[in-house]
């Protein structure tokens, strides 16, 4: 089992920046994917940003251009750069990390088997 920590989270004007992390422990070796997901109030948690052991990654549309997502493996730590933010990114960020590729591409929430607890995310017009 693998356990997730993010950190982070915080308040920003739209046009700011934040850098979301995720420290992994416990059995790390058996991550193949990690991820970013988010839920705004009254709305279904969606996929934000995906990547493999070996490097690729993947975007939702809406953050194409402006998020970056990354991962240190020295540090066991995933990261997810925010630029240009906007009100619309406003919701709680949870990393969550899986052991096989399926779900990967499309950010399937249910094909990822570990979740953290979250980090918020607020931005202010």
């Known amino acids: 089992q693998v356990q997730l920590v993010e950190s982070g989270g915080g308040s920003v004007q739209a046009g700011g920046s934040l850098r979301l992390s995720c420290v992994a422990s416990?059995?790390?070796?058996?991550?193949?994917?990690m991820g970013w997901f988010r839920q705004a109030p009254g709305k279904e948690r969606e996929g934000v940003a995906g990547?493999?052991?070996?490097?690729?990654?993947t975007y939702a549309d809406s953050v194409k251009g402006r998020f970056t997502i990354s991962k240190d493996n020295a540090r066991n730590t995933l990261y997810l750069q925010m630029n240009s933010l906007k009100p619309e990114d406003t919701a709680m960020y949870y990393c969550?990390?899986?052991?096989?590729?399926?779900?990967?591409?499309?950010?399937?929430?249910?094909?990822?088997?570990?979740w953290g607890q979250g980090t918020q995310v607020i931005v202010s017009s």
């Open positions: 416990g059995y790390t070796a058996s991550i193949y994917k």
């Open positions: 990547i493999l052991s070996d490097g690729p990654t």
């Open positions: 969550a990390a899986g052991t096989i590729a399926r779900g990967w591409f499309q950010l399937r929430e249910r094909d990822f088997g570990d």
